[in-house]
């Protein structure tokens, strides 16, 4: 064999082993974005589960109603593709891409919304429970939920509906077995239908402490089934908790205390131990309850908690005392694609505020950092957020619902 064989031969070898390690790659890649039943449901990792990119369809296959006045209605979904469910975290929340037809016969209407998934995970159907919101008491003239509504009145079995992957970071720490409690005020119920149902599966011995606060009865959603789960395991203990019990509301029956859930109640009823507390609830609830525990001494870690909607709560860190500050000085954001440069004053809690205010378009779907709706590139400039939020943002990009500038920003808006 000659030298120029010998180095032909030797560039032919290479070249196949490049080709081949191009081709694993490039299969495991494949693999990891659009197979996710390959992961395991119990992977170790605490970050957030991406299971698919972008939408996918899924069609309703059941709707049930979860409390007696019928403002709780759950949909059971299921992958039109029909293939397995990826793992996800018990706790988190899908982000659903709705297309909501306007009054009149005009264009629909895009929003976003999150919902959690109201079951333990399962890989053949997810769960979400939605809450019908009205206008408000004091602003009748104010236009109902527009998401909330939609769902109620207009999507049936059979229809159709565009989800994200489920995400968030509200979700309960697989890694201990500290006893958990769980504080749910009104729809706040939804995550930690899924955090019990997960820890009553893969922790039986687990002790868990469910508070349930409500106004009365009418509302009181998944009754029958938390009461039929604290009758089968005894590590549960239920707490429910009416306000404004009704006429046919029996303590000790339907409901186990009256007034509210808040820090002295847990302090009567707790045993004297470290607890893991997962909080989801209405933001006078949340506002009162995280700074009370801190102050009764509950380490900020183990405390977990998530807002449904626009920032209604002080960050546990805030409430701890590390200040949250907002920049206040003039800086000039430019919306480079609105063609719009404004004066940022430090009026406003968030980016998003910002730019709606002032009439820019911009999307956003959970409003608390949260589902990732909002993440806009950032072509110059910084910007700052009081605490690390959910979604994890890619380098070079920002989000405008949680997000305020710390220097002059130009933004791909
Ligand atoms: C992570 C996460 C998980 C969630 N999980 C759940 C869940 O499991 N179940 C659930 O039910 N919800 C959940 N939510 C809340 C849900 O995403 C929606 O926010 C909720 O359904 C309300 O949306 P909507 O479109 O119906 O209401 P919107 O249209 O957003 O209206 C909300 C309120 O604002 C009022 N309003 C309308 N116009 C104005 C105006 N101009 N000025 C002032 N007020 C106005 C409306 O009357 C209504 O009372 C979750 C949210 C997040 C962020
Ligand atoms: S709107 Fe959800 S992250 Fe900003």
Redesign the pocket.
């Given at each position: 064999m000659t030298a120029l064989q010998l180095l032909f031969y030797i560039c032919a070898a290479l070249l196949f082993q490049l080709t081949i390690g191009i081709g694993l790659a490039a299969w495991r890649w494949r693999r990891n974005v659009t197979s996710p039943t390959t992961l395991p449901f119990e992977a170790g990792a605490r970050e957030q589960t991406v299971a698919w990119p972008g939408l996918r369809d899924f069609r309703v296959l059941r709707r049930q109603f979860e409390d007696a006045l019928l403002t709780?209605c759950s949909f059971h979904l299921v992958p039109v593709d029909g293939v397995a469910l990826p793992p996800f975290r018990a706790g988190q929340?899908l982000t659903f891409a709705l297309d909501i037809p306007q009054p009149a016969g005009g264009a629909s209407r895009a929003?976003t919304?999150?919902?959690?998934?109201?079951d333990a995970p399962r890989p053949d159907a997810y769960r979400?429970?939605?809450?019908?919101?009205?206008?408000?008491p004091n602003?009748p003239e104010?236009?109902?939920?527009?998401?909330?509504?939609?769902?109620h009145d207009r999507v049936q079995e059979g229809d159709l509906l565009r989800v994200r992957a489920p995400s968030?970071r509200?979700f309960i720490d697989a890694e201990t077995e500290v006893p958990a409690v769980f504080i749910a005020g009104g729809?706040g119920i939804?995550?930690m239908m899924s955090m019990l149902g997960w820890c009553l599966e893969k922790q039986p011995g687990r002790v868990l402490h469910l508070y349930y606060g409500l106004r009365h009865g009418g509302e009181h959603a998944f009754k029958a089934s938390l009461e039929a789960l604290a009758a089968q395991h005894p590590a549960l203990q239920l707490n429910v908790v009416y306000s404004q019990p009704g006429p046919g509301d029996v303590l000790g029956r339907d409901h186990q205390h009256a007034g509210y859930v808040d820090v002295a109640l847990l302090r009567q009823t707790l045993p004297h131990d470290r607890h893991a507390f997962y909080i989801c609830g209405p933001p006078p609830m949340m506002a009162s309850l995280i700074p009370g525990l801190i102050e009764w001494g509950i380490a900020p870690q183990d405390i977990h908690h998530?807002?449904?909607?626009p920032a209604s709560l002080a960050p546990v860190q805030a409430a701890a005392g590390e200040a949250a500050t907002v920049i206040a000085t003039a800086v000039d954001i430019q919306f480079r694609r609105s063609g719009r440069t404004l004066m940022w004053d430090g009026q406003d809690a968030s980016l998003l505020d910002f730019a709606e205010r002032h009439g820019v378009a911009v999307e956003s779907?959970?409003?608390?950092g949260?589902?990732g709706s909002c993440e806009t590139a950032i072509l110059s400039g910084t910007v700052r957020y009081a605490v690390k939020p959910d979604h994890d943002v890619a380098p070079g990009r920002c989000l405008l619902c949680v997000g305020t500038p710390s220097s002059a920003l130009v933004l791909d808006a």
């Open positions: 709780q929340f929003i919304r999150c919902y959690s998934v109201s979400i429970t939605v809450k019908r919101v009205p206008s408000p602003r104010l236009p109902p939920g527009i998401a909330s509504n939609h769902l968030g509200f729809i939804t995550p998530e807002a449904f909607g779907g959970c409003r608390s949260s589902c």
